[in-house]
Structure formats: structure tokens, C-alpha cells
């Protein structure tokens, strides 16, 4: 089982843009919950996105709607996480991670029904 991390642009400046991408292995892609979850210095990890693999529902959290997109390629089995109008508070160690239901999941905020987890990759935006 693998959830990979990638990330693309590196350290990026406020009001910046990066891209992550989770791709997996080891497990039916399009049954899960594949999400996003970050985690700042000195503070809890936290959810910030989510989609259904098998029919592309998503949510997101208060803090990043509206400047974060999530996707899926069912085909690469891969996800991606595409994040615009970049904060400083926006840094932290990012995780992919998946799990299921979709509705157990988003009802619980995303703090509930993970079971694999990728490794994380930092992203950093200074202000």
C-alpha cells in the first residue's frame, strides 16, 4: 500500500500557487475517501479536503474554501490538491491519506476514517 506525495512549485510566496498530487497503490482507488490533511508546527493535524473517488463528491474545509481544488484521475489513481491564493497560514507538512466511507468521513470533519496514510511533503508560503 503507497500513498505517495508530490508537490509542485515549491516554496511559494502569499497569494501564490501550488500543486500536490497523492498517487496510490494497493488498494481499489475508486471505493475511497482519498483526502488531504495538513499539519503546522505546535498544532493539530487538520483536514482540508476530501473526495469520493467513486463519484467525485468533495469537501472542503471553512479555511480553504473557495482558493483549494481537488481531483481525481481514476485512471492514475492519483489526486491532486490545487492551491491558489496561498497564505502564510497555509504552511505545514501535507498528507494525503484515504479511507471510506465518504459520508463517515466528511461527517466527521475528516478527523475519522483514514486507515492509510502517505507521507507527508512540506509546503512553506511566506509572506
Known amino acids: 500500500l503507497m500513498c505517495s506525495c508530490r508537490r509542485w512549485g515549491g516554496l511559494v510566496q502569499a497569494g501564490g500557487s501550488l500543486r500536490l498530487s497523492c498517487t496510490t497503490s494497493g488498494f481499489a482507488f475508486d471505493r475511497y475517501a482519498i483526502g488531504w490533511f495538513r499539519q503546522a508546527p505546535g498544532k493539530d493535524r487538520e483536514g482540508v479536503s476530501c473526495?469520493?473517488?467513486?463519484?467525485?463528491?468533495?469537501y472542503y474545509a471553512d479555511s480553504v474554501k473557495g482558493r483549494f481544488s481537488i481531483s481525481s484521475d481514476n485512471a492514475k489513481k492519483t489526486v491532486y490538491l490545487q492551491m491558489n491564493s496561498l497564505k502564510p497560514e497555509d504552511t505545514g507538512v501535507y498528507y494525503c491519506a484515504a479511507g471510506g466511507p465518504y459520508i463517515l468521513v466528511v461527517s466527521t470533519g475528516l478527523k475519522d476514517g483514514m486507515d492509510y496514510w502517505g507521507k507527508g511533503t512540506q509546503v512553506t508560503v511566506s509572506s
Open positions: 473526495i469520493d473517488a467513486s463519484d467525485g463528491a468533495t
